[in-house]
């Protein structure tokens, strides 16, 4: 079995494709054009990008294809803590309120949409996991957000952290992840960026290809 040490950092990473209000997402252009970018680039030693999957911005009725994704990411690694600690599902969404990048700490068992989803679902004060209780209850990321933020805002990123990302389905896909990774052994992390006409799209993805690099850097102090 591989150590810790030895095994690679491997990320899996969505993005979404348009709603109402945004019929061009910028997440579906940094996805979409990640791996290439990072091939060009150079991809940070020891992390490995599985896959980069485009979600469509539904909650419900997409939770399948959702799931479908969260198992690819632990499959053939159930019996390896070592692969399972250094495996990562990274979130990217957009939100035109903001003009910085915003880390996401938390997302909340609520779905309360102003409006409807891709798939025509508008949940109301909901709770996304029942099981997991009412409206209130939180989940957190387990990576070191304030870290992350300080060395990507030394790198000349306008990046903060942010304790809410929403009700809609950004914090429906958040939620549903970090359960997943608290059950599985792995991290997740969700990141809000802007509309390409606040930060365009170059420094978007150089922006992306930094947080793998930090994110790589700064993994050794989880383990």
Same mark, same amino acid.
């Given at each position: 079995?591989?150590?810790?040490?030895?095994?690679?950092?491997?990320?899996?990473?969505?993005?979404?494709?348009?709603?109402?209000?945004?019929?061009?997402?910028?997440?579906?252009?940094?996805?979409?054009?990640?791996?290439?970018?990072?091939?060009?680039?150079?991809?940070?030693?020891?992390?490995? %990008?599985? +896959?980069?999957? /485009?979600?469509?911005? @539904?909650?419900?009725? #997409?939770?399948?294809?959702?799931? =479908?994704?969260?198992?690819?990411?632990?499959?053939?690694?159930?019996?390896?803590?070592?692969?399972?600690?250094?495996?990562?599902?990274?979130?990217?969404?957009?939100?035109?309120? %903001?003009? +910085?990048?915003? /880390?996401?700490?938390? @997302?909340?068992?609520? #779905?309360?949409?102003?409006?409807? =989803?891709?798939?025509?679902?508008?949940?109301?004060?909901?709770?996304?996991?029942?099981?997991?209780?009412?409206?209130?209850?939180?989940?957190?990321?387990?990576?070191?957000?304030?870290?992350?933020?300080?060395?990507?805002?030394?790198?000349?990123?306008?990046?903060?952290?942010?304790?809410?990302?929403?009700?809609?389905?950004?914090?429906?896909?958040?939620?549903?992840?970090?359960?997943?990774?608290?059950?599985?052994?792995?991290?997740?992390?969700?990141?809000?960026?802007?509309?390409?006409?606040?930060?365009?799209?170059?420094?978007?993805?150089?922006?992306?290809?930094?947080?793998?690099?930090?994110?790589?850097?700064?993994?050794?102090?989880?383990?």
């Amino acid at each position: 079995m591989e150590s810790a040490e030895e095994a690679p950092l491997s990320v899996f990473i969505t993005g979404f494709g348009k709603f109402i209000g945004v019929p061009y997402n910028p997440t579906e252009s940094i996805v979409n054009n990640l791996k290439w970018f990072m091939k060009v680039k150079g991809m940070p030693k020891g992390v490995v %990008i599985e +896959k980069c999957q /485009i979600l469509v911005a @539904a909650g419900k009725d #997409a939770l399948s294809p959702l799931c =479908d994704f969260f198992k690819s990411a632990v499959e053939g690694k159930e019996d390896d803590p070592s692969k399972l600690s250094r495996t990562i599902l990274i979130h990217f969404g957009v939100s035109s309120a %903001i003009t +910085k990048f915003a /880390i996401e700490s938390q @997302a909340i068992n609520e #779905a309360d949409f102003l409006w409807e =989803d891709q798939l025509g679902w508008v949940p109301s004060n909901e709770s996304i996991i029942k099981e997991d209780g009412g409206i209130e209850q939180i989940r957190k990321t387990s990576l070191p957000i304030n870290k992350i933020v300080t060395e990507l805002v030394k790198m000349g990123f306008p990046v903060v952290v942010s304790n809410d990302a929403g009700r809609f389905v950004c914090n429906y896909v958040y939620y549903n992840s970090l359960r997943f990774a608290d059950g599985n052994g792995i991290k997740s992390l969700f990141v809000h960026v802007p509309l390409f006409n606040q930060i365009d799209e170059a420094i978007q993805m150089l922006f992306v290809s930094s947080l793998l690099e930090v994110i790589a850097s700064t993994y050794a102090c989880l383990e």
